[in-house]
Every structure is written in C-alpha cells, then in structure tokens.
C-alpha cells in the first residue's frame, strides 16, 4: 500500500491542524511496504502554546494491494501453488505513531480507480473516492502532556497486515486520554474509538467465481473537559463502509478471450455530531454515498475488447440546515439519469 501523505500545515494560536509530507527525489509519493516494520517519520517540533493537534492523512493503494480486500492469505496461496503476489489477507490498517509509540490507527475506505474491477462501470461516473481520497484524522491531542516539551518529535506512518485467516471477524475498543494546561484553563481529553471488521472472501470452480463481502463500522468519540471534570464538548464520528463484490469468469469464444461478469456494491456512510455545552449548540452532519454496478466484458491481453456496465449512484447530505440528494444512473457510457433535490427550512429546489 502506497500512501500519500501531505497537506499545508495550519498554525493558530491554540490549535495545531498538520499533515506528514514525506519528499521522494523520484517524485512519487510515500510508499509503504506490506510490512508493519516499515515506517516513515518526519521530525516535527509543535508549538508550545497549542491546546489542540489533529493528525490528518490520506491513503492510496497500489500494485499487488490496490484490491487488498479481496486479498487471500499467504498459507492459501502457498496450499494452492499460486503464482500471484497479492497476499497477506484481506486486512489492511494505517497507523500512525509519535516516537515509535502508536497513538492512531485508521482502516482506510476501498476505493476502486476507473480501471478497476471493471472499467465499463465508471464512464462517466467514476468510484466513490477515485478523484478524491478520503482522509482520515488522527486526534494526537491526548498526547500533547509529552509533546509541547519544546523537542523536536517524530512523526511516523505504517500499514499493518496482521490478519492472515480467510474468515476474518475482528472487534476492538480504545480509549486514551491525556490533559494540557493552557491560558484558558487545564484541559482533559478522552478519547474512545469502537472498531468492527468483518471480511469474507469465497472463491469456487478453481478461481472463477470471486466473493467479496466486507463490512466495516468505526464509531470514535472526542470529549473536552474542564479542570473540574466538566463535559466542554462532545464530537461523535460513525463510519459504515460496506462492500459487495462478486466476479464470474467464463472461457470466450476466441482463442485467448474470457468473459467477465461482475458486478459490485458499496457505500460510504457518515453522521458527525457535536455539542458544546459553553454555547449550548449542537451540530450534527450526516453523509451517505452508494454505489451499484452491474455488467460484462469480453478481456483479451488485459484490453476490454467489448462490453457493458451501468452504475447507480445515490448521494445524501444533511444538516441543521437542511437535505441536499442527488441519484445519477450511466449506462455504456452516457448519463441517463439526474436528478437533485434541495429542501431547507425556507424554501426547496429541484431539478
């Protein structure tokens, strides 16, 4: 999995928002082995008057990873005597660390690029994620009792592939907190994260029905308190990130052909709610982005040399302020449908 990582660092007089870039003379991103010993740091010293430090990166996998969720163990590639590289199981984890010690981990979305899976499905809508990464943020605040000693800190990114089973079920639950004395009082920060993954990878005939079902559900919360244990504020984040995958292969009437029909379902789904309880507000945001995709192709020498594919996107927002949808259906190319809906407290639109 190679991961790029990099954003212009904000500084404020309180906060403290940054990203790891890590500068390849090659010009191409950070890239991370298949290998929790391989981790890249940058030394970073954070200012001494920051009360809040947010972490925040963005992943993208390649090469014998690019479809790490449907990657078999290494032992099933061994028993099978298969050539392919693409192992280490279906599990992959980005973590960050501060000086060797682990304080954030993150199971990135599974984004498909437009020449994935199949093709013909994202002409001209493409994956969810393909033309911008999610990003995930990592909290670093709960550490910041040993950051802001006025030392330089490094910074480091790993992937971990740990899970070497074919049925994967995995459950965990974290929390850490630390506390900061700033000029507007002494701050505690716990931080809770539940994580649930559930991988499942079926493949029948010798390889020629492929499925993939994968579900992944991530819910963190954030709490500021006062030097008297009071709640300040309150930000809960759910993630859902189920995927459905399922491949057939077939020998093609040419010589050297074969027809693939494949079709895939996923979804990016989630609600962020905050409370403050100094200014008595709330806020709560929910996401939800899906897509369904069905059709065929006939391959020869790695080109698509005929085919189908349609996609079904469905797109919902919403906030305090009101609902935006948006379902868009391609088919062979060219949009068929699309339509929006724009509904707020004053007035509703659409097209």
């Given at each position: 999995?190679?991961?790029?990582?990099?954003?212009?660092?904000?500084?404020?007089?309180?906060?403290?928002?940054?990203?790891?870039?890590?500068?390849?003379?090659?010009?191409?991103?950070?890239?991370?082995?298949?290998?929790?010993?391989?981790i890249?740091s940058k030394?970073?010293?954070?200012?001494q008057?920051?009360?809040?430090?947010?972490?925040?990166?963005?992943?993208?996998?390649?090469?014998?990873?690019?479809?790490?969720?449907?990657?078999?163990?290494?032992?099933?590639?061994?028993?099978?005597n298969?050539?392919?590289?693409?192992?280490?199981?279906?599990?992959?984890?980005v973590?960050?660390?501060?000086?060797?010690?682990?304080?954030g981990?993150?199971?990135?979305?599974?984004?498909?690029?437009?020449?994935?899976?199949?093709?013909?499905?994202?002409?001209?809508?493409?994956?969810?994620?393909?033309?911008?990464?999610?990003?995930?943020d990592?909290?670093?605040?709960?550490?910041?009792g040993?950051?802001?000693?006025?030392?330089?800190?490094?910074?480091?990114l790993?992937?971990t592939?740990?899970?070497?089973?074919w049925?994967?079920?995995?459950?965990r639950e974290?929390?850490?907190s630390?506390?900061?004395?700033?000029s507007?009082?002494?701050?505690?920060?716990?931080?809770?994260?539940?994580?649930?993954?559930?991988?499942?990878?079926?493949?029948?005939?010798?390889?020629?029905?492929?499925?993939?079902?994968?579900?992944?559900?991530?819910k963190?919360?954030?709490?500021?308190?006062?030097?008297?244990?009071?709640?300040?504020?309150?930000?809960?984040?759910?993630?859902?990130?189920?995927?459905?995958?399922?491949?057939?292969t077939?020998?093609g009437?040419?010589?050297?052909?074969?027809?693939?029909?494949?079709?895939?379902?996923?979804?990016l789904?989630e609600?962020?709610?905050?409370?403050?309880?100094?200014?008595?507000?709330?806020?709560?945001?929910?996401?939800?982005n899906?897509?369904?995709?069905?059709?065929?192709m006939?391959?020869?020498?790695?080109?698509?040399?005929w085919?189908?594919?349609?996609?079904?996107?469905?797109?919902?927002?919403?906030?305090?302020?009101?609902?935006?949808?948006?379902v868009?259906?391609?088919?062979?190319?060219?949009?068929?449908?699309d339509?929006?809906t724009l509904?707020?407290?004053?007035?509703?639109?659409?097209?």
């Amino acid at each position: 999995m190679s991961g790029a990582v990099g954003s212009a660092s904000r500084f404020g007089d309180d906060d403290l928002w940054f990203a790891l870039w890590i500068d390849i003379a090659t010009g191409v991103w950070l890239v991370l082995d298949s290998n929790e010993l391989d981790i890249h740091s940058k030394t970073i010293q954070i200012p001494q008057n920051t009360k809040k430090a947010v972490l925040e990166i963005y992943v993208s996998s390649h090469g014998n990873d690019e479809f790490w969720y449907s990657n078999p163990p290494n032992s099933y590639i061994e028993q099978n005597n298969l050539t392919t590289q693409r192992g280490n199981g279906a599990f992959r984890q980005v973590f960050a660390t501060v000086d060797g010690v682990t304080v954030g981990s993150a199971t990135p979305f599974p984004v498909s690029y437009t020449g994935g899976i199949n093709p013909l499905f994202w002409e001209p809508v493409v994956a969810i994620g393909a033309f911008n990464l999610p990003t995930y943020d990592f909290d670093l605040t709960p550490f910041l009792g040993f950051l802001l000693d006025g030392k330089n800190h490094s910074f480091g990114l790993g992937v971990t592939d740990s899970i070497s089973f074919w049925l994967i079920k995995g459950k965990r639950e974290i929390e850490y907190s630390g506390w900061v004395n700033s000029s507007a009082g002494n701050f505690t920060t716990p931080i809770t994260e539940k994580f649930k993954f559930k991988n499942k990878i079926k493949i029948k005939n010798y390889g020629q029905e492929n499925q993939v079902k994968q579900k992944i559900k991530v819910k963190t919360e954030i709490i500021v308190e006062n030097e008297i244990g009071q709640e300040i504020s309150k930000l809960s984040i759910s993630r859902k990130y189920p995927l459905k995958i399922k491949i057939s292969t077939l020998p093609g009437a040419d010589k050297d052909t074969f027809l693939s029909i494949t079709n895939v379902s996923h979804s990016l789904e989630e609600t962020y709610t905050s409370r403050s309880l100094s200014s008595n507000e709330g806020v709560e945001i929910s996401v939800e982005n899906s897509q369904d995709s069905g059709g065929w192709m006939l391959v020869k020498d790695h080109s698509v040399i005929w085919g189908t594919g349609s996609t079904a996107q469905t797109y919902s927002y919403q906030d305090q302020n009101g609902h935006y949808s948006r379902v868009v259906y391609a088919a062979n190319g060219k949009i068929l449908q699309d339509n929006s809906t724009l509904t707020s407290a004053s007035s509703s639109f659409s097209a």
